[in-house]
């Protein structure tokens, strides 16, 4: 009988060659490549889920003068069948806006709103290590969710190939 296995360690992952700090996402198969965009998607999936990882100050950024580059990336994500901006830091990060810029705490809020209303997901993850873990369990379901129907379709030829047997 063949048996495709949903393993995490069967996920193949690409993590951009740009990105700086990567992620640890053990036991996830990940691999060092080119994306066009996001920072962590799925190589045997690649049009899947792209996942964008932003730490606090960075996203600040994208808020004042990063504004029009990163309004263009959230543009390309929308062409992956799930995707989303995981930000490492709370809610309470946001609200109490202890950065060096400008962008008030705000203005940060009602950028997050009105690009989610544009059909953008954005996890406020808290910290690094929660950031991690929630970007292993959505490439893992992306993965899975794009496999099961596979399994499904050889499950149903191996039962027809017994029948005729």
Same mark, same amino acid.
């Given at each position: 009988?063949?048996?495709?296995?949903?393993?995490?360690?069967?996920? *193949?992952?690409?993590?951009?060659?740009?990105?700086?700090?990567?992620?640890?996402? &053990?036991? #996830?198969?990940?691999?060092?490549?080119?994306? &066009?965009?996001?920072?962590?998607?799925? #190589?045997?999936?690649?049009?899947?889920?792209?996942?964008?990882?932003?730490?606090?100050?960075?996203?600040?950024?994208? +808020?004042?003068?990063?504004?029009? *580059?990163?309004?263009?990336?959230?543009? *390309?994500?929308?062409?992956?069948?799930?995707?989303?901006?995981? +930000?490492?830091?709370?809610? &309470?990060?946001?609200?109490?806006?202890?950065? *060096?810029?400008?962008?008030?705490?705000?203005?940060?809020?009602?950028? +997050?709103?009105?690009?989610?209303?544009?059909?953008?997901?954005?996890?406020?993850?808290?910290?690094?290590?929660?950031?991690?873990? #929630?970007?292993?369990?959505? #490439?893992?379901?992306?993965?899975?969710?794009?496999?099961?129907? &596979?399994?499904?379709? +050889?499950?149903?030829?191996?039962?027809?190939?017994?029948?005729?047997?």
């Amino acid at each position: 009988m063949v048996k495709i296995r949903t393993d995490r360690e069967e996920v *193949r992952v690409v993590i951009d060659s740009r990105e700086q700090l990567p992620w640890d996402l &053990a036991p #996830l198969d990940a691999r060092i490549g080119t994306l &066009a965009t996001g920072d962590y998607g799925l #190589l045997d999936f690649p049009g899947e889920v792209s996942i964008e990882r932003k730490e606090l100050s960075d996203f600040i950024g994208c +808020i004042g003068h990063g504004r029009p *580059r990163f309004q263009r990336e959230l543009d *390309r994500l929308k062409g992956f069948n799930s995707h989303c901006v995981i +930000i490492e830091a709370s809610y &309470a990060d946001l609200r109490e806006g202890n950065w *060096r810029s400008k962008v008030t705490p705000h203005m940060v809020m009602q950028s +997050i709103c009105s690009w989610t209303a544009k059909g953008n997901s954005f996890v406020l993850a808290g910290d690094r290590e929660t950031a991690q873990e #929630l970007a292993k369990s959505i #490439l893992y379901h992306a993965f899975k969710n794009r496999i099961e129907p &596979a399994k499904r379709v +050889i499950k149903t030829l191996t039962k027809k190939a017994k029948e005729l047997n």
